[in-house]
């Protein structure tokens, strides 16, 4: 699968405030990209766009597998974000969010594989608790692996340290290895530690 | 494909659900709205009777009361927790919108097969025809939860939610509810199938017609 | 330049109606005075109707092009539509309370059908009020116009044959087809509902035009 994402001339304005502005390039799969600029710079709002959950005002976001391009109503079986606009379901167990989630995405996954996720994220022994009791921390952890679980191509991670302690924020630095290596990266954050696991660099000030 | 997607359908079914039977918001909305309306018309009347036009209309206005006060809560509260967009990720508008449709079916089914028994009971309503009565009240669930279920949508997005749900169901509800209450007369009345054919008919095809609609327009509210 | 003569044009028009259906005999002399009203209250329900088809075909339009100016002519639309659907039922209600003595009742169905029309559009309008983002404004109550529709047609054409209608029948025209308007009614009916089409194109365009005008200005900014 030769993956890529191009993003040609893109725009984004909300009413008078463009957010923006004629923002161009392309990456491929293995490989990784940071994005990051201050408050407000728009690097959600760019997440989004190259999730295809909204829509461009000029421009387009390409993700192609060769030389097709994939439709944006598909684009969502090849990426999955992590975000802190997106939330899991707080009434329902950690088992169960991963069966869920897991059946919309058609992916089987046993118990024996449910239970590594969870470890691999750190959650072994809270599996059976509800969302609601987790803490902010053990939330992000299980965003981590429910977007993991379709073993997506794409992976995108709109602040991936937010809530995570050093631990934490040790399991996400092995995701990440693993994931630019073996598919498609794009970090959205200001931290220079997250940053430095990142091929390239774009900045949205200017 | 197409087992795929009942099963991820029947996944969205299962989760809400689930969750509604953890906390029962919605349910409970449900019920005790309908139910204390039932009981304000009955004490209100005290010895006084209803005709049977009046009856009928009664349970209609109950069941769509109460349906405006809970059924936009299948999407609104998708996107007040934040999982709407998870959702978005991971699965078809289609799969989405067809649990939800079911979902709301369901919890109107429920509504009526607690509400009739005692409807019939503190109104001392006499159904000469219950078959028929209880199938046009199937038939006027399917429908209400057909029209509303899209709405319930478009309301999520929106932010004044509840008054605008019963705003914007109000216009495309009439004829169903023009059509359930001219049935529901016919059962109660004793004229049978032959009298509330015309109703049955215009139930059915409002049905059809909004869950076509709401299949084909969800896409663009869900996404938009 | 040539603008500016159709509008005299117009303007001289609806005068000219205005004055003739007053100065001529009533149009039906069963009712009597009163029956004038038909000269603006037909007019004015034809174009709510109008106005609706026209805000459904924009926003349709819109949902494949995501273009500004079709939300922007389908929204117009439908506030000119709103307009002169409150015109037509606050007339029809004077005529109702002239004729059968009751400002309102349910079992007329063209009251039904014009009333269904207000909800529809005050709907709309709320929706619209309701969502904070301007494209998300668009494509919600785009699909709400949509979905309204099917609505329209029962309470059109289906509702009147399952009632007794109270509506003077065959008013414009009868089973045969023929128009049952005679002498002078029949010239000033056709004039008024020609004129007050125009107006409504003509208000529509201006609207788009002032739009695409502050869409212009807001570009140099």
């Excluded at chain 2, 029962?24 to 010895?47: E, W």
């Excluded at chain 2, 959702?87 to 509400?115: D, Q």
């Excluded at chain 2, 049905?207 to 896409?219: G, K, N």
């Excluded at chain 3, 009597?32 to 038909?38: D, L, N, Q, T, Y």
Aim: with cysteine; glycine share 6%; charged share 15%.
């Amino acid at each position: 699968m030769a993956l890529s994402l191009t993003v040609e001339k893109l725009n984004k304005s909300f009413g008078v405030r463009k957010v923006i502005r004629e923002l161009s390039f392309t990456i491929s799969a293995p490989g990784s990209l940071g994005i990051t600029g201050r408050n407000g710079s728009g690097k959600t709002t760019l997440m989004k766009m190259l999730s295809q959950l909204i829509p461009p005002t000029g421009g387009r976001v390409a993700i192609r597998d060769g030389d097709t391009e994939i439709a944006s109503a598909d684009c969502f079986n090849y990426l999955k974000m992590i975000s802190p606009e997106m939330a899991l379901y707080e009434m329902l167990t950690g088992y169960e969010n991963l069966k869920f989630f897991s059946t919309l995405a058609g992916v089987r996954l046993n118990q024996i594989e449910q239970d590594s996720l969870l470890e691999r994220v750190g959650l072994s022994t809270r599996g059976d608790d509800l969302v609601a009791a987790y803490s902010s921390g053990m939330k992000q952890r299980l965003k981590y692996a429910v977007a993991l679980l379709a073993k997506p191509a794409i992976l995108l991670l709109d602040e991936p340290t937010s809530n995570l302690d050093d631990a934490g924020k040790a399991i996400v630095r092995e995701i990440i290895s693993k994931q630019k290596s073996e598919g498609m990266l794009i970090i959205a954050t200001n931290e220079a530690e997250d940053l430095k696991q990142v091929e390239h660099v774009i900045r949205l000030d200017n | 494909m197409s087992s795929g997607w009942t099963t991820k359908a029947l996944a969205v079914l299962a989760k809400d659900i689930r969750t509604e039977l953890r906390t029962r918001y919605s349910l409970n909305a449900l019920f005790m709205f309908a139910f204390t309306t039932l009981v304000v018309v009955s004490f209100s009347l005290g010895q006084l009777s209803l005709g049977v036009q009046v009856l009928s209309a009664l349970y209609w206005i109950i069941i769509f009361f109460a349906s405006m006060s809970a059924l936009s809560g299948v999407f609104v509260k998708e996107e007040d927790a934040k999982t709407a967009q998870t959702l978005r990720l991971f699965a078809r508008p289609s799969v989405i919108y067809a649990g939800k449709l079911i979902y709301n079916i369901l919890l109107l089914t429920i509504l009526c097969a607690l509400l009739t028994p005692l409807y019939v009971a503190f109104m001392n309503v006499t159904v000469p025809d219950w078959p028929l009565f209880l199938v046009v009240i199937l038939l006027g669930i399917i429908g209400l939860s057909g029209a509303t279920t899209i709405i319930g949508a478009i309301v999520a997005k929106a932010n004044v939610r509840g008054a605008l749900f019963a705003v914007l169901s109000f216009p495309v509800l009439l004829p169903l509810l023009v059509a359930a209450i001219g049935g529901t007369d016919a059962a109660l009345v004793g004229t049978g199938w032959a009298g509330a054919e015309n109703h049955i008919k215009l139930l059915v095809a409002y049905a059809v017609i909004m869950i076509t609609a709401s299949a084909v327009l969800f896409d663009f509210v869900w996404n938009g | 330049m040539v603008r500016k003569y159709l509008q005299i044009g117009l303007f001289v028009l609806i005068a000219g109606v205005i004055y003739f259906s007053f100065t001529t005999p009533a149009p039906q002399q069963i009712i009597g005075e009163a029956s004038r009203i038909f000269y603006y209250h037909i007019p004015m329900a034809w174009l709510t109707v109008v106005a609706y088809a026209i805000n459904l075909i924009y926003a349709i339009r819109f949902l494949k092009t995501r273009s500004e100016l079709d939300d922007f002519r389908s929204h117009w639309s439908a506030e000119l539509g709103t307009m002169f659907c409150v015109l037509a039922t606050i007339s029809g209600s004077l005529f109702a309370k002239v004729t059968w003595g009751v400002y309102w009742t349910w079992s007329e169905p063209r009251m039904l059908s014009i009333f269904i029309l207000l909800l529809i559009y005050g709907a709309y309008l709320s929706l619209r009020a309701a969502i904070p983002t301007p494209e998300r404004k668009g494509i919600i109550s785009a699909t709400y116009s949509i979905f309204a529709f099917p609505t329209v047609p029962f309470f059109i054409f289906i509702m009147p044959r399952m009632m007794q209608s109270l509506h003077p029948a065959d008013s414009v025209v009868d089973k045969n087809l023929h128009f049952t308007m005679g002498g002078t009614v029949l010239p000033i009916f056709l004039v008024s509902l020609f004129s007050f089409t125009v107006l409504y194109f003509w208000l529509l365009g201006l609207g788009i035009r002032l739009h695409k005008v502050q869409l212009a200005r807001f570009e140099e900014a």
